[in-house]
């Protein structure tokens, strides 16, 4: 078994790189977000192909732009938005030596790409979870040229298979399916016509915290505002100006706009990995 011990030595992040698990669920009582991987069948499968457990805290690079060096012999992987990498490829299992680098460029499609180290980064818990929480400051600081990023032992399994041939993001339109609803009933019903038919932009104030959805405004039936209510992910909530916000992995766990539908979470995935200047639709899921 390998010992565990400084792992990589972060050369470059990109435009954001941070630590996530899938994350600190259950403490919305609390205030807290659940946050974690954007992406989560993407960690889950970065953390298969080195031998993880699936929820062992990997690194999400958002369009490339990471760097790392090997401090010692490791074993890694890259999935998500397929970045061209100086050594191996995505969806593979790559051996690095020490003193190796490992070099994420500009995805052609997606967002976000998942390294996996074989171990899992050990990074300081907050609140039982790695993740960084971007809309709380709650968790690991974002990465910064410099950092060390330690890892754990190796596990006792060995991984399975080399290569994970999956399908890689969407590059075009996006198909989202929602349910209408909590508060639909506060738009007048052409509203609910117009997010189901037009097509909507991803804007560029999109975080991990939510997407802004540039489009035709939903006019409001209801005046006034509700009192302050819990989110979930998915959530489709719509502020005054009539524009949509789909909330992401670091929403705000309470919300004073109404929410017209609510993304399934079985889509939640695809969502994380839409560009800024693409469109998606929303299509009602069957019943």
Same mark, same amino acid.
């Given at each position: ?12 992040? $990109? ?6 698990? /899938? ?7 609390? $205030?807290? *977000?659940?946050?974690?991987?954007? #992406? ?10 080195? *031998? ?6 990997? @690194?999400?690079?958002?369009? $490339? ?14 999935? $998500? ?10 969806? *593979? ?29 050990? @990074?300081?818990?907050? /609140?039982?979870?790695?993740?960084? !929480? ?50 639909? !009933? ?27 959805? #540039? ?51 079985? #889509? ?20």
């Amino acid at each position: 078994m390998t010992r565990g011990g400084d792992a990589l030595e972060v050369l470059a992040t $990109g435009p954001l790189a941070t630590v996530q698990d /899938l994350g600190r669920p259950g403490l919305a009582p609390m $205030g807290v *977000g659940a946050s974690g991987a954007a #992406d989560r069948s993407a960690l889950r499968l970065a953390n298969r192909l080195v *031998g993880n457990p699936e929820g062992a805290a990997a @690194v999400e690079a958002t369009l $490339g732009g990471l760097a790392v060096r090997a401090l010692r012999p490791v074993t890694v992987a890259v999935t $998500g938005a397929p970045a061209p990498l100086s050594t191996g490829a995505p969806y *593979g299992v790559i051996q690095l030596a020490e003193g190796e680098r490992l070099e994420l460029g500009a995805p052609p499609v997606g967002l976000r790409s998942y390294l996996a180290v074989r171990g899992g980064l050990t @990074v300081a818990e907050v /609140l039982g979870s790695r993740s960084r !929480d971007v809309l709380a400051a709650l968790g690991p600081a974002p990465l910064a040229v410099g950092d060390v990023l330690p890892a754990g032992p190796a596990p006792d399994a060995l991984p399975h298979v080399d290569l994970a041939p999956v399908r890689t993001p969407a590059g075009g339109e996006v198909v989202l399916r929602v349910v209408l609803g909590p508060r639909d !009933d506060w738009f007048v019903p052409e509203a609910a016509r117009r997010l189901l038919a037009e097509p909507w932009t991803v804007g560029q104030a999109s975080d991990r915290v939510g997407m802004r959805l #540039d489009g035709p405004a939903l006019g409001r039936a209801v005046d006034g505002e509700l009192p302050s209510e819990g989110m979930v992910p998915g959530a489709v909530q719509v502020p005054p100006g009539g524009r949509p916000v789909l909330f992401l992995a670091d929403h705000p766990v309470t919300g004073g706009y109404p929410v017209i539908a609510v993304v399934l979470r079985a #889509d939640l995935d695809l969502a994380a990995q839409v560009r800024p200047g693409q469109t998606l639709r929303f299509r009602t899921a069957p019943r």
